[in-house]
């Protein structure tokens, strides 16, 4: 079965810093793999996705991530954090049944 | 893009009402949706797996009974609480895969408040 765990349940960074959010996956196949972001009282909005080609994937609003099969890992990071980064963040991957599985979620903070 | 819609985007009912809650695929037919229960500073919960035109999979532990699903129409699935409870508070989310093995679109939410 898939699963993804996500290291650190709150990460707080100052408006500039990087940001690093932390994902690792756990697969008996090549694993499709995705973060989300989750904005108070909202759905969760696709960020980027990896599922087959080049392993560092570029998303929305400056994120990216890297796919890492030696390590099982899929970071997230952005160069510089703004105040609006501030959110839930959630990494998936999709199981055999084609549901997704999510990672228990990271909080962003961004200190001005 | 895909775009789902939730309707209400949020709801207050008496313990023991029932609440129904649509989930629409806008732009795009899905024949699978997928329903989530969200509770405060945790993650998402996949409660179902709504299939048009067919009976709708729970997960382990979710009461069939409870959480009635219908997928009638390739654009709607509806869920609904029966005999609402306090304990039914949640948040509940649906969304939608454009090609089922892709990355599923999700709804607004829909806030529920059992009193």
């Known amino acids: 079965a898939q699963s993804v765990t996500q290291l650190g349940s709150h990460v707080s960074v100052s408006e500039g810093a990087l940001v690093l959010l932390r994902c690792n996956y756990s697969s008996s196949v090549p694993p499709y793999l995705f973060w989300y972001v989750q904005y108070p009282n909202q759905g969760l909005q696709l960020l980027l996705k990896?599922?087959?080609?080049?392993?560092l994937v570029k998303g929305i609003n400056g994120f990216e991530a890297e796919f890492k099969k030696s390590e099982t890992s899929f970071h997230l990071t952005k160069p510089s954090a703004h105040m609006s980064d501030a959110a839930e963040y959630f990494c998936a991957v999709i199981s055999n049944d084609y549901k997704l599985s999510f990672g228990a979620g990271t909080t962003v903070t961004v200190r001005a | 893009g895909a775009v789902v819609s939730q309707h209400p985007s949020w709801v207050i009912c008496k313990s023991g009402t029932s609440v129904k809650i649509e989930c629409r695929s806008l732009d795009f037919q899905a024949t699978t949706m997928f329903w989530y229960r969200q509770f405060p500073k945790q993650s998402l919960m996949l409660m179902a797996t709504?299939?048009?035109?067919?009976?709708?999979?729970?997960e382990q532990g979710v009461e069939k009974d409870k959480f009635l699903i219908n997928h009638a129409s390739l654009t709607l699935s509806t869920l609904t609480v029966t005999s609402a409870h306090p304990e039914d508070s949640s948040f509940y989310i649906c969304?939608?895969?454009?090609?089922?093995?892709?990355?599923?679109?999700f709804g607004p939410g829909t806030r529920l408040t059992v009193t």
């Open positions: 990896y599922t087959t080609g080049a392993t």
């Open positions: 969304s939608a895969p454009l090609v089922v093995d892709t990355e599923q679109y």
């Open positions: 709504s299939n048009e035109g067919s009976k709708a999979t729970y």
